[in-house]
């Protein structure tokens, strides 16, 4: 039996109000941490193949059974580095609960506990500098209180050798360029802060090649942070010199089906059983394959339905249209795509109809305050919306009026879509997407084919910042396309005018006494 969404799943509403908050995790979450908070943790983590190759390899070495020593967490930001450190943390502090995070982790070797170190450059004593955070989590500050006592000192690599010694010991290295901004305006001798910690951490890495059970996992600092010359300097010598010595992990592949593993573990409290999800890819299989002998898309959408299964139950187009402004400056990744998938469920929560059977970027309420400014802080494209999407003051933006028309909301779904594919920063970014692509991410069971066609071929002639590149891509910018603005404002006016006149009865049609019908209507324009 074909079941939406609202019938077939449970969500979890304290997940989503938290996927719709700052979200922000902090390694020192571990310090003073139970094995009942350790276990919480791993019930909403779903491990994807990047952290579980890091816990594994990071557990093998803490006991003795791996020579690599570092590793370095390749993300942008609010990309599950943190979320990663987090679960290596827990699970080297607390061996004992390795099997909630699946045998495959502990597979052939037996983990040990270990002392867990955490540095957060937000949290870095500035007294004592990295080097003495570090000593001092290990309980030994008083061995390296001559590297800060009489002024910043590196400490080389027998030092650290002589302080860490054969026990197994976990350093995380997180957020180092908020420390290392401030760092390099502090002169030392020829040079700054930043040259003394840049020489302290090569150090260390050395020295954990030597010492079999140190294993020391840091967040990239590549496009982290806005940077001056000297930051910048800095910040190239700690990653040339973890990159010589540290193995390269992506915690999440953003471009792969793993991050719907991650949106269910989150946000779902029940899956619909195997039968419910099969019944709602065979209904998308016969929509496209139809839409496919009418040529309204192509063969190749064919395989969406194939996807089903995975992306469930979010539409499988929702990965391709955040691959287009997952690159922006700021845009979290991860924690961003958590935010987007909570509000299109409040948004499929709060709809009148009970008509969605794949949740998609075409559902967003944008009509609320709250997920506008949301989708602006991405990239503001605010004055399009106004205008071609939707207009929270009187109703009287392009796809609202077409859909008053119609007497569906095929025009606000597919605007809202274009939207989301149009968000992309830079100019020279993919953006925007092809009708026929627009059509098969939009097409649904129990939804009229053509109500979707009609309403693309309505939008692109009517909406002022709806703008056509040269690989056919329709995308909403900042800019009004002015011959569009031009043909269609005085038209608009006038139905404006015929709308609020006749309270909503604006559709209906008038009939001379010669009996010719003629439509007074949005597409006519008279």
Wanted: aromatic share 6%.
């Amino acid at each position: 039996m074909l079941q939406t969404i609202i019938d077939a799943c449970e969500f979890k509403q304290e997940a989503i109000d938290y996927a719709l908050s700052k979200q922000v995790e902090d390694l020192e979450d571990l310090v003073n941490h139970t094995q009942e908070s350790a276990r919480a943790f791993f019930d909403k983590t779903y491990i994807t193949d990047g952290m579980a190759q890091l816990l594994r390899q990071g557990l093998q070495r803490l006991a003795g059974n791996n020579d690599q020593a570092a590793f370095e967490l390749r993300q942008a930001m609010g990309g599950g580095k943190t979320h990663s450190m987090l679960a290596l943390g827990y699970l080297a502090a607390n061996p004992s609960v390795a099997g909630a995070a699946g045998a495959r982790i502990v597979d052939g070797f037996t983990p040990q506990p270990a002392k867990v170190v955490v540095v957060s450059g937000r949290n870095i004593h500035h007294d004592h500098f990295l080097w003495g955070t570090i000593a001092e989590q290990l309980g030994k500050g008083d061995e390296f209180a001559r590297f800060w006592s009489n002024g910043p000192r590196a400490p080389n690599q027998k030092d650290w050798e002589d302080l860490i010694g054969q026990d197994p010991v976990l350093i995380l290295i997180d957020e180092l360029p908020p420390y290392l901004d401030k760092a390099v305006t502090i002169p030392v001798g020829a040079g700054n802060l930043g040259d003394v910690t840049s020489a302290a951490l090569s150090n260390l890495l050395a020295a954990a090649i030597k010492l079999p059970r140190l294993c020391i996992v840091l967040s990239t600092l590549v496009g982290q942070y806005r940077s001056s010359s000297d930051l910048t300097r800095i910040i190239g010598q700690i990653t040339n010199e973890a990159r010589r010595q540290a193995k390269p992990i992506t915690p999440v592949e953003l471009g792969s089906d793993e991050i719907y593993y991650i949106l269910r573990k989150r946000l779902l409290a029940r899956e619909p059983a195997p039968l419910v999800v099969e019944s709602v890819a065979e209904a998308y299989g016969r929509v496209l394959s139809d839409a496919v002998k009418s040529k309204t898309v192509e063969r190749a959408a064919e395989k969406i339905a194939d996807e089903v299964a995975a992306t469930y139950p979010f539409h499988p187009s929702l990965k391709t249209v955040v691959a287009t402004f997952k690159d922006n400056e700021g845009f979290r990744q991860t924690r961003g795509l958590m935010t987007i998938a909570a509000l299109m469920i409040r948004s499929v929560q709060r709809r009148k109809s009970n008509d969605v059977y794949l949740i998609g970027p075409q559902h967003l309420d944008l009509g609320d305050r709250a997920i506008r400014d949301t989708v602006n802080n991405i990239y503001d494209l605010d004055a399009a919306i106004t205008v071609d999407i939707v207009d929270t003051g009187s109703s009287d933006a392009h796809a609202e009026l077409i859909d008053a028309d119609a007497g569906n909301d095929a025009a606000s779904q597919t605007a809202k879509l274009l939207l989301m594919a149009s968000l992309a920063e830079s100019s020279d970014a993919v953006k925007g997407l092809q009708t026929s692509d627009i059509l098969s991410f939009l097409v649904a069971p129990l939804r009229e084919e053509n109500d979707f066609v009609a309403a693309v071929d309505t939008l692109t002639s009517k909406c002022w910042y709806l703008h056509k590149r040269e690989n056919g891509a329709w995308y909403f910018s900042k800019n009004e396309n002015l011959t569009k603005k031009l043909r269609t404002s005085r038209a608009v006016r006038r139905l404006i005018r015929w709308n609020r006149t006749w309270r909503g009865d604006w559709r209906r049609s008038s009939r001379p006494a010669g009996g010719l019908h003629i439509p007074a209507c949005y597409r006519c324009r008279r």
